[in-house]
């Protein structure tokens, strides 16, 4: 794989809007992600009769707090399952509220106000990121090379599909958008203190040949790009990644 310095970026041929738009896709994903600070609200949706999962990025609950109605049928259930840290809502059908809310403490002394509406959608998922974690982890793990190495430090762990220190991972099912032959798809999001890192699928859906260049696919200040087959026949696929500093790749 090629790798290329923001100082040789060109002005993109594929366009950095359909990147966005294809980003933007991800926020319909069933798997709700969230950010708070210490003491801050959450909001969320739970599932109506079946599960929702709560789990903390690199923490874990230590306990809940919250208000009981006395009456067992008209009462939404918390289990705190205790290998993981995660806890699990549970609300019944006889449930008449329309929403719930509870405190929540964490084994790393954070607090936060969960707010969720009671909705009709299957078992759900809800991933809580405290920046302040994420940052310093991320910052330590971008801090050990200098950022266009960094930069190619993450291109190689997305392409070997690591987890990344300190980083914040997206998976996607975002729908592709189409450019040209050619249709883009994000597949993954990575997130750090300094970096945001795109793992994109390229299908080329023409009835030619499209041999890709790396300055396609980098928007302005992009820190590092790898495809990993550039000459994509008609029918054929391909996966590219992409390195900015955060804000940039159309992350924001």
Request: aromatic share 6%; proline share 4%; with cysteine.
């Amino acid at each position: 794989m090629a790798y290329r310095s923001a100082a040789h970026a060109r002005v993109l041929l594929l366009s950095a809007a359909a990147l966005l738009a294809v980003a933007a896709e991800a926020a319909h994903a069933a798997d709700q992600f969230k950010q708070a600070a210490d003491g801050a609200g959450i909001e969320c949706i739970v599932s109506a009769r079946e599960l929702t999962r709560f789990a903390l990025v690199d923490d874990q609950f230590a306990s809940v707090s919250k208000i009981s109605t006395g009456t067992p049928y008209n009462d939404f259930a918390v289990t705190n399952e205790p290998v993981r840290g995660d806890i699990y809502v549970s609300v019944p059908e006889t449930y008449a509220a329309r929403s719930i809310s509870f405190f929540t403490t964490t084994k790393k002394g954070f607090v936060y106000k969960v707010a969720c509406r009671v909705e009709q959608i299957p078992a759900t998922q809800v991933f809580i990121t405290n920046p302040a974690i994420a940052k310093n982890r991320a910052a330590d793990w971008e801090s050990q090379t200098p950022i266009e190495t960094s930069a190619v430090r993450l291109i190689q762990a997305m392409a070997n599909d690591r987890t990344v220190d300190g980083f914040e991972v997206r998976q996607s099912t975002a729908i592709p958008a189409r450019v040209g032959d050619l249709e883009v798809q994000l597949i993954a999001d990575y997130r750090g203190a300094s970096l945001t890192g795109k793992v994109v699928r390229i299908h080329n859906r023409g009835a030619k040949s499209v041999t890709l260049a790396e300055r396609d696919l980098a928007p302005r200040d992009t820190l590092a790009v790898s495809i990993a087959e550039p000459k994509l026949e008609p029918g054929a696929s391909t996966t590219a990644f992409v390195v900015g500093a955060s804000g940039e790749t159309g992350n924001d």
